[in-house]
């Protein structure tokens, strides 16, 4: 029965993702529906949480739990970014081979990353594949087809997991995401699937091709041999790994060669089969050696047996062929069936994700760009209308237009004037203004406040942070808050500016309130307040006036172009726009967004025909108001001998001027209180975010500390001091034993250590893979296989190649049983005990 190693699951801790999730969604998605997103989170919670209880369960079942969120991680990594500076959720795993040793290195490693979740997933998704395919039926074609597959997709995964997982892992991994490790596990899973890959051919391929699947199982075993036993590994595996895949590389081998003699019987080379057979049989015996208890070819080791003796009695009395060195003889060929799988970019075939309905954050990133682009646009090209109609009003009012043309009798007031006052009542007059400048101060106020206490919470986290930096020093390795709050601190930055820019424009609004104060309080007043306050003049009649009639045909002109210009505004303003579907399809296809290109093309083609609209506008209004001045000129050449009018003409001027003040100075405060109500939120998102990143900050700071405080606690403070001479005992006592030579559980645990620093054995009761001092001399023919330049791998824990194996170890003199102490095997197994200077070589005598 074939045996197969499952890479055991790594361990994770529940963590809560909904508050972290839904703060970052409220913030930073502000027009997202809560429906939306709640039941979603809720959701993802529940199947990160299934993931902990289900991938227990050695079934395809279990496996599909993994793959669904994997792909929810893969499809919210554009959407909601968890990390140190964003979404702050530390997620924290446990190194897959943790055996709770103190020499056993790091043994969790908690990151708040989604990347590191998703790698750590994906471990955890290769590792259940090898558990399935260590538990199929191993007997049956279709459970060798389904253990083949999921070994290959579990190299492949662990061979990714290698390239990426230094970059992924801020912090020094642990042992099971070192390079060397996930390099080993993908070796191993594709030498498990070559196997896998054998036992089938076994059961209806021709000969010819056994051999060669059969002796690419033993090298990819080799390979995986080699890479485990790295001096960095050796403490890491389970006990039993490496004599199963020295074993399997040895059996492998003889099996290969045992089936190149049944081709060679075929071919009627009866010397040929006898000299394979022989070296099988030796092959065999060596994985014997290796394997002990963990051997488990005896079925094949009898069959190899049989064949030897059946072919020497036949060449013995009936072929007399001539057997060859196995040396002599050509190599075996090799077939790599088994090839590590492309992890693919998604598992599960029924995933649905959870967060549809947000967009990816370069998306979303890239339509606030866009919404910017279109506000600078609209915001300029309104402004050059507003300027332009503000000029127009100015060159007006400065010619009295159209009050001298209503001020006939010089006793009433213009028509004009009076429909000018009602507007500027029905808005509200005077007070409407003096409430919008009241309440800018504490607009502004609050907003400040608050952005005073964000810079206030960033600076006392990082002040928190240099003072543990500086006591700790190298010991405290979380990233430095300087790096991570940069973000924040641009942003508080950005807001700080834009306040400063805001105070100026308040300054300008306010002095223009003061120029246009008098003429807007006069027409805020009734009608006949008006009137009084008015000086009369002796006007004269403009019915019969050319002039007249010409300037009332340009007036009716200047509120046509007003009025185009209002139309002209509001197209600009409710201009429709689908970015975001262009963004999408955009990043779905080049895996990016062009934002500027696509952002410049969308508006060239809606706001180009309303610029030329703006263009054309200013156009006429300068050729109109050369015509205006032009005829105004006659006008007033022909009222020039009247100078009785000329305070009337002048206090019209002023009301016409602060009818244009007035509205000049509605829009402007309007526009300043919409501008600090809509920042206040935004301050307020700000707020939020860095009140999170510093709650996160400081239940991480304890963590860490509490994680010191036990490891300076576990430290040894050092060696006692020596005795003093008074207080040994006389020299004609007898003298008590050594601690060195007392086999008690405190030099156990040394010796284990001494020996596993120093490259011997593994502790009492774990063999010490030293063949050189237990195996016998390897089978003839070893040099023939030459996939490391001679031989097998050239490791201490296994022999050399046949004839350059030297009489003792290359390092550290003779074998430790000729080093004065006795090296007893351990019970039913071929192995010494470790070998440490300084302790007896015997199992300990427990009382």
Known sequence: MATFLAVPLKQTYEVDVVKPFRSFIQNTFSSANPDDYNTAISEFSKLRNLTIT???????????????????????????????????????????????????????????????????????????????????NHESDEGLKTSAKYFQQAAGIFGQLKDSSLSICTQDPTPDFAPDTLN????????????????????????????????????????AMKLMQLPSLKELWPRDWLPVVATKQAAFHAMAEFYQGVVAQKAKS????????????????????????????????????RELDAAQKDNDFIYHDIIPDVKTLPGLGRAAVSKPLPVPSKFSSSFVDLFEKIVPIPVYDAVNVFEGRRSQVTSMEIGRLQEQTNLMNSVLTSLNLPAALEDAGGDKVPQSVLDKAQQIRDMGGMQYLERLMSDLPELLTRNREILDECIR???????????????????????????????????????????????????????????HRNAIALL??????????LPSGGGGSSASNPAAKELRKMMEE???????????????????????????AALSADGLVNEEALSSEELDRVYGPLRQQVVDSCQRQEMLMARIQNTNTQFTQSNASNQSAAQREAMLKDLAAGYDGFMGLKGNLEEGTKFYNDLTPLLLKLQNKIGDFCFARKTEKEELMSDLQKTIARQPSGPPPAAPTYQQPASSAPSAPSSSSQPNAQNYDSATTSSSRHGGGQGWGQPAYSYSQTMPPMPSGYSSYNPYMGGYPQHQAYPPAPGNQPPYPTQGGPPPSQQGYPAPPYPNQGYPYPTAPGYPQQPPQWR
């Open 184 to 223: 080993a596990l993908a070796a191993l899973m594709l030498a498990q699937g070559q196997e896998a890959i054998y036992r089938k051919a076994v059961m209806g391929m021709k000969e010819a091709m056994v051999v060669k699947i059969a002796f690419q199982a033993q090298e990819l075993y080799a390979d």
């Open 270 to 305: 009866y010397g040929e089969q006898i000299s394979r057979l022989r070296h099988a049989k030796e092959l065999m015996a060596a994985a014997v050696t290796r394997g002990g208890m963990n051997f488990n070819f005896k079925n094949e080791q009898a069959k190899i047996q």
């Open 524 to 533: 805020s007043k009734p009608t006949h307040e008006i009137e009084k306050a």
């Open 54 to 136: 289900k991938s227990v369960d050695k079934h395809e079942s279990a496996l599909e739990v993994l793959y669904r969120y994997y792909d929810q991680l893969t499809a919210i990594e554009n959407k909601l970014p968890v990390s140190e500076n964003q979404i702050r959720i530390q997620f924290k795993w446990r190194d897959a081979f943790d055996k709770d040793s103190f020499f056993a290195g790091k043994n969790t490693l908690s990151i708040a990353s989604g990347a590191y979740e998703k790698v750590c997933v994906l471990f955890n998704i290769a590792a259940l594949m090898s558990q399935i395919g260590e538990v199929q």
């Open 558 to 584: 200047v509120e046509s172009i007003k009025a185009e210009r209002e139309v002209i505004e509001s197209e600009l303003r409710e201009a429709k726009f689908d970015m975001a579907g262009k963004f999408m």
């Open 457 to 515: 919470m960033l600076d006392e986290e990082e002040k928190s942070d240099k003072q543990l930096k500086d006591q700790f020093k190298e010991r405290w390795t979380r990233t430095p808050s300087a790096q991570l709050t940069k973000p924040m601190r641009e942003e508080s930055g950005k807001y700080k500016n834009i306040l400063d820019t805001a105070i100026n424009a308040d300054k300008i609004v306010q002095d223009k309130y003061g120029n």
